[in-house]
């Protein structure tokens, strides 16, 4: 079956290190991965489009791997800050003929100070 | 521009009840869709629309029914509404059907159905 894991455990590391989610997905081929941000209680915020042809993509302290080979994305966070604390999903973009993505659940993400 | 919005922000209906939920957009994009979020679940797709007249079913249609007469709306209607409806709704939209494209999601909605 059809499956995108995104670590449900909370993740908690120090301000200033880098972090690092996970998203690993099966028995789909997506042409496209995005991230989001959603804080509490409020819509996602999209941060990073990667295609499937691109290995790596940066945006400020921002960055996203796609390894069409292992089905994994990973998203880092450099010099990682508290304001950087949110839920981090992931979405694949899949041409099935439904025009629409697929969520992961998502990861927290907490900064300590 | 607003982005998109959506009303009411919180309701509480009983079982049985109607109702809809509102979702609007100005910044005239194509595709518009709406997703329910449940904890441990992620988002998943009610509906969606490539364009004003066009609608389609996602993931979990069963309970709900759209249209879009415009480019601008996209509401969403409980028919009769059960517990299992009991989430945080979102309403998003993005310049055209590409994938590749950004969805750009309203506030929320958030039911609770007794």
């Known amino acids: 079956s059809q499956k995108i894991e995104q670590n449900s455990e909370a993740l908690n590391i120090q301000e200033g290190k880098t972090a690092t989610l996970t998203c690993n997905y099966t028995?789909?081929?997506?042409?496209?991965l995005q991230w989001y941000r959603q804080d509490p209680g409020r819509g996602p915020v999209f941060l990073l489009l990667?295609?499937?042809?691109?290995k790596e993509k940066r945006k400020e302290r921002l960055k996203v791997t796609f390894d069409t080979t292992l089905k994994q994305s990973l998203f880092h966070i450099t010099a990682s800050q508290p304001a950087d604390s949110a839920t981090y999903l992931c979405?694949?973009?899949?041409?099935?003929?439904?025009?629409?993505?697929?969520f992961g659940s998502g990861t927290r993400l907490q900064v300590q100070p | 521009n607003a982005g998109v919005t959506q009303t009411p922000k919180f309701q509480v209906l009983k079982t049985g009840q109607s109702m809809t939920l509102q979702c609007a957009q100005d910044m005239n994009h194509e595709y518009m869709s709406w997703y329910r979020q449940d904890p441990g679940m992620g988002l998943r797709l009610i509906h969606y629309s490539v364009g004003a007249g066009i609608t389609d079913q996602g993931e979990v249609p069963n309970g709900y029914n759209v249209s879009r007469s415009t480019t601008e709306d996209f509401p969403l209607r409980l028919l009769s509404a059960a517990p299992s409806q009991t989430s945080v709704y979102f309403c998003?939209?993005?310049?055209?059907?590409?994938?590749?494209?950004?969805?750009?999601f309203g506030p929320g909605t958030r039911l609770t159905v007794l």
């Open positions: 979405a694949l973009g899949v041409d099935t003929g439904r025009r629409a993505l697929t």
């Open positions: 998003a939209s993005s310049y055209s059907f590409a994938l590749s494209d950004e969805q750009f």
């Open positions: 990667i295609r499937e042809n691109e």
């Open positions: 028995n789909y081929s997506p042409a496209y």
